[in-house]
């Protein structure tokens, strides 16, 4: 007798659902803060912000899972969840808290498999790992260089440089914050495993190289 495989397809319509769960829960989160809450003043402590960084990772992740052979569905569902609790707990809580979202939604709507869950789950709980990626699933694996990658190339550079505007910085500071992507790009190099996410790794690290030569060439207090 053969091994009875059962799919775990999550369908375009069900991810949808997914989505616009997620982006509640976020809003929602937001607004049952108290006045002043954490870092209320970055426009990244928000609904729309956390939950673009969400579908940059669900992108890359599904990228990397597809190339690494890695199973897509578990990775891109535990994805979109890895930070839905991020505005509602404390920084090395929330992936905790967010596999229990995550947990509670997926028993609550279609008849996935449990061990589909489990591992969905698992990888959302993993997701801050900071050990050696190879002690981890694949699956897991492929979230974690996901979300080390969308903080580094043209996106990071955004990011730091709009900051500069929270913290009064001038242009002329931009060597020092340009600086700070590179460190994180090199970081993030430095602990990805699968072949996908290096080579990523290495394409956004350049872009933000050329960003800075060309910030050289133009600005006269850098260099």
């Not at 997620?22 to 607004?31: D, G, N, T």
């Not at 992740?61 to 979109?80: F, H, N, S, W």
């Not at 596999?99 to 279609?110: I, K, Q």
């Not at 994180?184 to 290096?198: I, L, N, Q, W």
Request: proline residues 1%; glycine residues 6%; aromatic residues 8%.
């Amino acid at each position: 007798m053969g091994v009875e495989i059962k799919e775990t397809r999550v369908t375009d319509a069900e991810f949808e659902e997914m989505q616009e769960f997620v982006f509640e829960y976020l809003a929602a989160s937001v607004e049952k803060e108290e006045e002043g809450g954490r870092m209320r003043w970055y426009p990244w402590h928000s609904a729309e912000y956390r939950h673009n960084h969400i579908l940059n990772v669900v992108s890359l992740a599904e990228e990397i899972a597809r190339k690494e052979g890695a199973d897509v569905d578990i990775t891109r569902v535990a994805a979109l969840f890895h930070d839905v609790a991020k505005l509602e707990t404390d920084q090395d809580l929330h992936p905790e808290a967010g596999a229990r979202v995550a947990r509670e939604y997926l028993e609550s709507r279609a008849e996935y498999p449990d061990s589909f869950i489990d591992q969905v789950c698992r990888a959302v709980e993993q997701h801050a790992f900071q050990g050696d990626l190879n002690d981890v699933s694949l699956e897991t694996q492929c979230l974690i260089e996901a979300d080390l990658l969308d903080k580094i190339g043209a996106n990071g550079t955004a990011l730091m440089l709009l900051r500069m505007g929270y913290e009064a910085r001038t242009h002329m500071d931009t060597d020092e914050m340009v600086e700070r992507v590179l460190e994180r790009g090199y970081d993030a190099a430095s602990r990805v495993e699968s072949d996908t996410a290096e080579g990523i790794a290495h394409q956004r690290l350049k872009r933000v190289k050329w960003f800075r030569e060309w910030l050289e060439d133009e600005i006269a207090a850098m260099g």
